[in-house]
């Protein structure tokens, strides 16, 4: 399991003054392992953001977590051959989700069709994600996701309370 790093105010890295930076990364590959391994990474580190860092973390966002986690790391070993590469950071109030693959092919949501079996990942991960966004790198792509640590009303996901 990779390491959970933070880091301190402005001059230590490019953050904002006052504002951590709390991360970990690990290396996947083989086979459907690597999704549990990467679920398994998401939630333990949301867990100590919580509990050992004081950082307010919703259950919500802890599932969605895994959520996104799950789609995003089962899309690059479907399409990617190779390795693939996953980041967890949270800034602000938002935990973002970065995988990196080698297929230099970007995603793309397809129309709704009630009738299609699978590949709705990435609708998935736009319907409760804060913000999704897809970049070509030197070598594949990168894909981040931005789930709320906190519960938003109205976000999907999200349930109100009375």
């Given at each position: 399991m990779a390491a959970v790093r933070g880091s301190g105010p402005a001059g230590e890295d490019d953050t904002a003054p006052d504002a951590r930076v709390l991360q970990t990364a690990m290396a996947l590959e083989g086979d459907g392992v690597c999704i549990a391994q990467a679920r398994h990474l998401a939630a333990g580190f949301l867990v100590h953001a919580r509990s050992g860092q004081g950082i307010p973390v919703s259950q919500r966002a802890v599932d969605l977590t895994q959520l996104v986690v799950s789609e995003l790391v089962t899309n690059a070993r479907k399409y990617a051959p190779g390795p693939v590469l996953m980041e967890l950071r949270i800034t602000g109030e938002v935990v973002e989700v970065v995988v990196w693959d080698s297929d230099p092919v970007l995603p793309v949501a397809?129309?709704?069709?009630?009738?299609?079996?699978?590949?709705?990942?990435?609708?998935?991960?736009?319907?409760?994600?804060?913000?999704?966004?897809?970049?070509?790198?030197?070598?594949?792509?990168?894909?981040?996701?931005?789930?709320?640590?906190?519960?938003?009303?109205?976000?999907?996901g999200t349930r109100d309370k009375p």
């Amino acid at each position: 399991m990779a390491a959970v790093r933070g880091s301190g105010p402005a001059g230590e890295d490019d953050t904002a003054p006052d504002a951590r930076v709390l991360q970990t990364a690990m290396a996947l590959e083989g086979d459907g392992v690597c999704i549990a391994q990467a679920r398994h990474l998401a939630a333990g580190f949301l867990v100590h953001a919580r509990s050992g860092q004081g950082i307010p973390v919703s259950q919500r966002a802890v599932d969605l977590t895994q959520l996104v986690v799950s789609e995003l790391v089962t899309n690059a070993r479907k399409y990617a051959p190779g390795p693939v590469l996953m980041e967890l950071r949270i800034t602000g109030e938002v935990v973002e989700v970065v995988v990196w693959d080698s297929d230099p092919v970007l995603p793309v949501a397809r129309a709704s069709d009630a009738g299609r079996v699978g590949q709705h990942g990435l609708e998935i991960v736009m319907a409760v994600a804060q913000g999704v966004e897809a970049r070509h790198e030197p070598v594949g792509k990168r894909i981040t996701a931005r789930v709320a640590l906190a519960d938003v009303p109205g976000l999907a996901g999200t349930r109100d309370k009375p």
